[in-house]
């Protein structure tokens, strides 16, 4: 008999997500760039990893001046990635290892190439105007923006446009004008996008910059912020409150319009995570209401980036969970996000140090919420710096005329990857020049990251202590374990000596226990349970369980198994 709703988590809440940068994937024609064929041979290879979902950074047809952040069609692939008939077989041979898939949806802009922006700038009374956000400049001549909104990555987000004499809005780089969702025509469009890939079989949309559809109507100056620099907690940056551009009440609204869209959709159940950047209240809201034990009638999950910069310490991230606990209890459901193709890896903030990447892992993959990986994160690649002049990431570009020492100032400070590319490089499949991300001949559109002649699927396979093979059996104890994918999670008593983080995850009659290590310095525990039994460890040590006596090895960490 069930006897609890938890027994009832949809199949998105307890599967694991790995994010593909299809650029930087696998080559199969040896032109130096990802392609989808070469993600369709490497499918074995992530069924094997233990991974439930694939998620693709957009393929679609685009001028590549954003490399698929800038649309140009949305229900074609861009050759140089493959054709439409190629998209159909990777979501068929996905289905056929029983994982699902999920596309990355821009909806918040098209490029300026796509042929309804073409039109929309081609005259004032063209019947594409009204599909993106036209206005005119301050009185008395226009030649000023029509306000001080900021866009996102810096400087005005309003661009001039002789041919018609007025300005467009767009929230991120100029080559990517925002649609206009207050046109409906515009709403129908889209929606019947995502139904075209729905029907495709697409199991859900990982929704970029989501919480920047809606701006305010009357055009409303955004307050001044004594603040420079973006954050994952608040709206404000470039010395501006982004009250009237970012996060604005109606995109909550649009969150559930989307829902329901995907609620058409059943067998498998269909979901949406929200690239937002914002505090875990804003977050929440727009995951919507509580509508049964399992279900909210908002975006089903978002990003939580506030684990992106978080200290590799015990404490920072027993307050995470706490707070995410708090806030995200279900039906709502956390993420855990370390790496993304935005962001420096996580590793090269924990110093490339593997102990630590492991210690990370396994929190990630232990705690209650939904995990992100980033392709290559299993093996440990690390970001690579590519000096700003020779970027290919337009927001690098943007930024190319700072000086070096600044961006060398900013890039320690750990938080702050100016270049995108860095985090872009190859995927490191072997040993070979090129990684075997293309072959030793050719050129791949990035540099392959220093470390690859070790640092790569083939050596790491053969190593059983490497942090691939840590992924893969962290990857199949969650799937094989009810408590770990689907159980409720309770925080341990801190200890006043040791910098570790306990938890328990709980389902029904199960109860498994996390020891984290966060220390370079051993801990002792002297009573954890009855009859504990050794479900995994970082380290393979046969004194670590005695009885029921915890002994934790610098930077070990260990999952028990308790009898109630
Ligand atoms: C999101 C994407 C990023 C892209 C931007 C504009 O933040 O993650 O890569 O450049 O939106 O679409």
Same mark, same amino acid.
């Given at each position: ?19 593909? &940068? ?39 047809? +685009? ?16 050759? $140089? ?12 041979? *996905? ?13 918040? !802009? ?41 866009? *996102? ?13 007025? =300005?467009? =809005? ?13 046109? %409906?025509?515009?709403? /129908?469009?889209?929606?019947? %996008? ?45 010395? /501006?409150?982004?009250? &009237? ?7 909550? @609204? ?41 279900? %909210? ?12 910069? @978080? ?27 370390? #790496?993304? !193709?935005? /962001? ?59 000086? /070096? ?43 392959? #990251?220093?470390?690859? $002649? ?7 396979? +053969?190593?059983?202590? #490497? ?35 306990? &938890? ?9 226990? *996390? ?26 040590? %046969?004194?670590?369980?005695? $009885? ?13 198994? *308790?009898?109630?």
């Amino acid at each position: 008999m069930v006897t609890s709703s938890i027994k009832f988590l949809p199949w998105w809440k307890t599967t694991t997500v790995y994010q593909i &940068y299809p650029r930087s994937f696998k080559d199969s024609t040896n032109n130096g760039i990802g392609d989808i064929p070469g993600i369709i041979s490497k499918l074995d290879y992530l069924q094997d990893l233990g991974v439930g979902t694939i998620w693709f950074s957009p393929f679609f047809s +685009s001028p590549q001046a954003d490399h698929g952040y800038d649309v140009s069609d949305y229900r074609s692939i861009a050759s $140089e990635y493959g054709t439409m008939s190629d998209c159909e077989r990777l979501i068929q041979e *996905i289905h056929n290892r029983d994982m699902y898939v999920v596309f990355d949806m821009v909806l918040n !802009h098209t490029s300026n190439q796509h042929p309804w922006f073409l039109q929309s700038r081609s005259s004032m009374d063209n019947p594409k105007r009204n599909w993106y956000i036209w206005r005119d400049g301050q009185k008395p001549r226009g030649k000023k923006p029509p306000n001080n909104w900021k866009s *996102i990555v810096g400087g005005s987000g309003w661009h001039y446009d002789e041919q018609t004499d007025q =300005w467009y =809005w767009a929230q991120f780089l100029p080559f990517q004008p925002d649609l206009n969702y207050r046109n %409906t025509e515009v709403k /129908q469009e889209m929606f019947d %996008t995502l139904r075209f890939w729905l029907d495709k079989g697409v199991d859900g949309f990982r929704l970029d910059i989501i919480n920047t559809v809606f701006e305010d109507e009357s055009l409303q100056n955004n307050p001044f912020a004594l603040t420079f620099f973006p954050s994952e907690e608040h709206d404000k940056s470039f010395f /501006q409150n982004k009250l &009237y551009t970012v996060n604005h009440p109606d995109n909550f @609204a649009f969150a559930k319009e989307l829902r329901s869209v995907m609620d058409e959709y059943s067998d498998p159940e269909r979901f949406l995570v929200g690239e937002i950047a914002a505090s875990l209240e804003t977050l929440k809201r727009y995951c919507g209401e509580k509508i049964d034990d399992i279900k %909210t009638n908002g975006l089903h999950l978002t990003f939580l980036f506030q684990s992106l910069n @978080a200290r590799f310490d015990a404490n920072t991230f027993r307050n995470l969970i706490s707070r995410y606990e708090q806030y995200f209890i279900e039906p709502y459901s956390p993420t855990w996000v370390f #790496s993304n !193709h935005d /962001q420096m890896r996580r590793i090269s903030k924990l110093g490339n140090d593997v102990n630590k990447a492991k210690i990370n892992v396994m929190l990630q993959l232990t705690a209650r919420g939904v995990p992100f990986i980033y392709y290559g994160e299993e093996v440990g690649m690390s970001n690579h710096r590519i000096p700003l002049r020779n970027a290919q990431d337009p927001v690098a570009l943007k930024y190319s005329w700072l000086p /070096q020492f600044i961006v060398n100032l900013l890039t320690r400070s750990g938080s702050i990857s100016l270049n995108r590319d860095d985090c872009r490089t190859p995927m490191q499949w072997t040993s070979s020049p090129n990684a075997g991300f293309c072959s030793d001949k050719s050129i791949s559109w990035l540099p392959v #990251s220093l470390g690859y $002649e070790t640092i790569n699927v083939d050596s790491e396979e +053969s190593n059983p202590d #490497s942090l691939l093979n840590c992924y893969k059996a962290l990857l199949k104890l969650r799937k094989e374990t009810p408590a770990l994918h689907s159980g409720s999670l309770n925080l341990l008593p801190p200890s006043l000596f040791g910098n570790f983080l306990s &938890y328990q995850r709980i389902y029904d009659e199960q109860v498994v226990q *996390i020891w984290l290590n966060f220390s370079k310095k051993p801990s002792y525990v002297s009573e954890i349970g009855k009859n504990p039994k050794l479900l995994f460890s970082t380290i393979s040590d %046969t004194d670590t369980l005695n $009885e029921s006596k915890l002994h934790l090895a610098p930077y070990q960490g260990v999952i028990i198994g *308790i009898c109630p």
